[in-house]
């Protein structure tokens, strides 16, 4: 893995920290997990025999690299040169793989029995309960109970690999919930447990490990966009922002070079301003919560609101530490889409170029319409996974 | 002197600490609630301050803070409800909860609130040690209010002589490995661990909660420490209750009586 980022003004700091964002706000039970992990993360991953076995399952098992598939028709139709990266091919659908492969190795390292995990639109569960039945391990996911009821396919795939689905039945039933109930499971466990989480969210050292075991997307484009055009570098990246995996994934290495604007796409709901919403950047402010300092949906009071996103992988009130400071410095421009213009592109995508993206993924593909890039700007866009857990939803939606 | 220190140093018998949740059951329970736990003797009371997302906590309490809250409770209306409230009570009052709550009232606001009406002490599970040192304590030492550090079996012996250096007031030992309200009933691993701590003569007072209910493992732990707290226990009590100060003393005297 490529570590050239360490100096950078965007790479985490010693004390876990991204600007002012970050931290490990978690309480003393979780200490000693969490400090287990943060004293040897980096060193695990830099063992060549990590590198050798990471690598090995990325590409033999994962099916990496996948493709940065040129686009014509969409890219006739925007008047510019838009580019997928087709995160949709991993093996289990979503780019959720790549970080479950690398914290399962830890896991094993650390000398760990268990997995336990929390799931939003269930793709993160199911590359966690994959990669469980890979090495054995036993696996426990928390889902909302909303959630499970609109992403039933996932569930589905989880109990086939063996995982056991927990409902989350407290607060909205989404993702928050699942992760709370993740957190406290991992409290009562906390000696033969590694809790897995699934986005750049969480105390620090998890927003790092997950960000550097994304980060082999944004590695690939480089290689790919270099290949095609002797240039490494895009005009444009566009990603998809719930907790931000994917994007901060697709935009890492790319953070140093300013030239490449890097775009993020929230969820708005039915409407920023409609009370049902999930734009955390323009609706929250600095708070904490899941164990980092980040900007989050909340209320004067600081209770934390519930969010709202058709996808449920991008309905989460908060956003990782990386992305707040990415929003506050200006790095990275976040925009949001709503459910409607979602569909749309979904449906676009698929009905153009024979691919049906996830919901989360089409948020990215939505703005597309926005973007007025120039002909021969090159666009690329993280379709961070595939769509067909969401087809009932898009069925419905669509009227198909 | 701190009415916290001023307990330990003054009392010779086990201390009962009680928590329960402001604004629950009702909204307006919050301050006689307060006044009938110090008719009944108590000795000290940890006011929670519900959160949307109180990841220390079990269901017992999740759901008297989620009733809490839509009842309407806030921070700012706790305060205004306990704005009298040392005209009717003597004993140490804590206010328990999490940190995001309390960083959007504003640390140091808060900190002259707590001074203003007569809270001792705070406990914030899931304000780290690292950040209380460097950003906050001035600002609490400043208003005379005391930070309440939690340990649990898994802490480390450093860091438990790190935390005793720094803390004042009483050590929080958390008996097991657990949300609150887990566990019933204490287990020879968990009195292992509460010998272990005794034996390390820790300057600080300690208490032990989580996991006590009764007055069979209040007066276990008692015997290891300095005293303990109820909390799941009486919330439940609380819930089922027809009459708060007659269920209330009662409660109190089953485990002091």
Partial sequence: MDHTLEKSAFAVDEKGYYGLFGGAYIPEMLYPNVEELRQNYLSIISQPDFQQEFQNLLSEYVGRPTPLYFAKRLSEKYQTQIYLKREDLCHTGAHKVNNTIGQILIARKLGKKRIVAETGAGQHGVATATVCALMGLECIVYMGKLDMERQKPNVERMHMLGAKVIAATCGSQTLKDATNEAMRHWINNPTDTHYIIGSVVGPHPYPDMVTRFQSVISEEIRKQLTEKFGNPNPDYVLACVGGGSNAAGAFYHFLDEPEVKLIALEAAGQGVSSGHSAATTALGKPGVLHGSKTILMQTDDGQVTEPYSISAGLDYPGIGPIHAHLFESGRAQFYSVTDEEALQAGLLLSRMEGIIPALESAHALAYLEKLHAKPNDIVVVNLSGRGDKDLATYSKALSL | ?257
């Fill in chain 2, 1 to 257: 002197m701190n009415r916290i220190t001023a307990l330990f140093t003054q009392s010779n018998s086990p201390i009962l600490n009680i928590y329960y949740t402001a604004g629950y059951p009702a909204l307006s329970d919050t301050l006689p609630i307060l006044t009938y736990l110090e008719k009944s003797g108590v000795d000290m009371v940890e006011i929670g301050m519900p959160y949307s997302d109180p990841v220390a906590d079990g269901p017992t309490i999740q759901q008297s803070n989620d009733i809490a809250l839509s009842n309407g409770m806030s921070v700012k209306l706790l305060f205004e409800q306990l704005q009298e409230m040392r005209k009717k009570v003597g004993l140490p009052v804590l206010l328990m909860g999490y940190l995001n709550p309390v960083l959007q009232y504003g640390i140091e606001a808060f900190c002259r609130k707590c001074k203003e009406i007569g809270v001792d002490g705070v406990i914030l599970p899931d304000m780290p040690m690292s950040v209380y040192l460097d950003e906050y304590k001035a600002i609490f030492d400043s208003y005379g209010l005391l930070n309440i550090f939690l340990i649990t079996p898994q802490t480390s012996i450093e860091r438990i002589r790190q935390i005793d250096q720094v803390s004042d007031g009483f050590i929080y030992m958390v008996s097991s490995a657990s949300v609150t309200g887990a566990t019933s009933g204490i287990r020879e691993a968990t009195e292992n661990y509460f010998k272990r701590i005794k034996e390390m003569k820790l300057k600080t007072p300690t208490m032990i909660g989580f996991g006590i209910s009764d007055k069979k493992s209040f007066d276990t732990a008692s015997s290891y420490a300095n005293g303990a707290i109820i909390g799941s226990a009486f919330v439940k009590a609380l819930q089922q209750s027809s009459d708060l100060e007659k269920d209330i003393a009662s409660f109190v005297s089953s485990i002091k009586g």
